[in-house]
């Protein structure tokens, strides 16, 4: 039976949404929190984009160290070939790339206003397969964006284009937030059945339904007879109204009635981390999570009025779906209420040194030329973030400390080698 996969695309379609961003080493800690909680894939960047490179180049060597790992890593690109050649040249070692193209007639009149026409888009688009299968591209996903606007002949023309030279997944995209469940259902379906390619699920919530449209989108993929792919953020962060949120995808896809036995998720996903996940995510877009988030919201266990609050304390089971602990919360949170040592870009040695003492599994230094580098990597990490770091980022730092300066490494305008 084909299964449901998560590839979550907080480093890309979360980062370049207006007036939110992402310093390198969170987009780091994602993607290792990602990995812990057994996501499929993380689009992880922007392969053609030169202050992406360090970053990417960072994390893939993360990743044969086996710190992120089985995780796979994605770059996003445009579905041409020049950005296939560049994004090769980059980074040689990308192994998986998601190739994007505008598909329906709104975006290729309005977008390319008459440069190109349908053909040209897929010859543009199998012309980058083409690339990307040349340079050994281990996976290849097409992004048919605008799918949801796009006719569907046109769309499966596309698709088995990308087939016919080697694409492993057709990405549809709801780029405006569009669909409803019941059409996205038969799109994907039509794409799964007449393609017979794995289909992604790419879907924005300008109409409130961005997990409910993944989900009927997945359950059409499968029951076309095809894997489904289904693309989320932390949050449901991303461009406008935001894309499909991760932890309301996995509550859905695991929770919701008679879904988990036909539809499954690949693999166990630790839906433990939720809350963490979310809460780092929240802190670092600087995104409070709305009160009513499902799963992670400050309410989503809260019972107050006299019949609920009557009902849940004689059995939870009366009004929660599911237990608070499945997402991992219920530890008490301590907030420092008297003095407190901060590490900051000015941080100095003494300061530092006594942070890193009182983490709960405490960091001692060898010596203190060794503090001093990790304290300069801090400081260097403080710059980019402009909030203080978490305690995963402080320790990641020290355990990891050559990724970090690779990581933090920006050299703008710099001649290419
Ligand atoms: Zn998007």
Known sequence: MPKIYLIDVTNRDGVQTAKLGLSKLEKTMINIYLNDMGVFQSEFGFPTTRHEVNYLKANLELAEMGVIKPLRLGGWIRAIAADVELAFRYIPNINHLNLSISTSNQMINGKFQGRKKKHDVIKDMTEAVDKAR?????????????????????????GLAAKEHGADR?????????????????NARALAEKIGLPVELHCHNDLGMAVANSIAGAMGAIDGGQDAYINTTVNGIGERAGNADLIAVIL??????????????????????????????????????????????????????????????????????????????????????????????????????????????????????????????????????????????????????????????????????
Request: glycine letters at 8%; proline letters at 6%.
């Open 134 to 158: 040349a340079y050994g591209a281990e996976s290849i996903g097409v992004n048919a964006e605008d799918a949801s606007r796009t006719e569907l002949d046109y769309l499966i023309e596309f």
């Open 170 to 186: 057709i990405r549809y995209c709801d780029t405006l937030g569009y669909d409803n469940p019941f059409t996205i259902y038969d």
């Open 252 to 417: 859905a896809a695991t929770k919701s009635k008679d879904l988990g036995q036909r539809y499954e998720l690949a693999g166990p996903v630790k839906l433990n981390m939720a809350f963490k996940i979310a809460k780092f995510a929240s802190y670092a877009f600087g995104v409070p999570i709305p009160r009513n988030q499902p799963g992670v919201g400050a309410n989503a266990f809260a019972h107050e009025s006299g019949i609920h609050a009557d009902g849940v304390l004689k059995d939870p089971e009366n009004y929660e779906l599911y237990n608070y602990e499945e997402l991992g919360r219920g530890d008490p949170e301590f907030v420092e209420t008297g003095r407190e040592i901060c590490t900051g870009e000015y941080s100095g040695i003494s300061g530092f040194s006594h942070v890193m003492s009182r983490l709960p599994v405490p960091i001692k230094f060898p010596d203190r030329e060794n503090a001093s580098q990790i304290l300069e990597l801090v400081r260097y990490a403080n710059v980019e973030s402009q909030k203080p770091l978490v305690e995963d980022q402080l320790i990641f730092i020290a355990k990891y400390p050559d990724i970090v300066k690779k990581l933090l490494t920006l050299t703008p305008l710099a001649e290419e080698k």
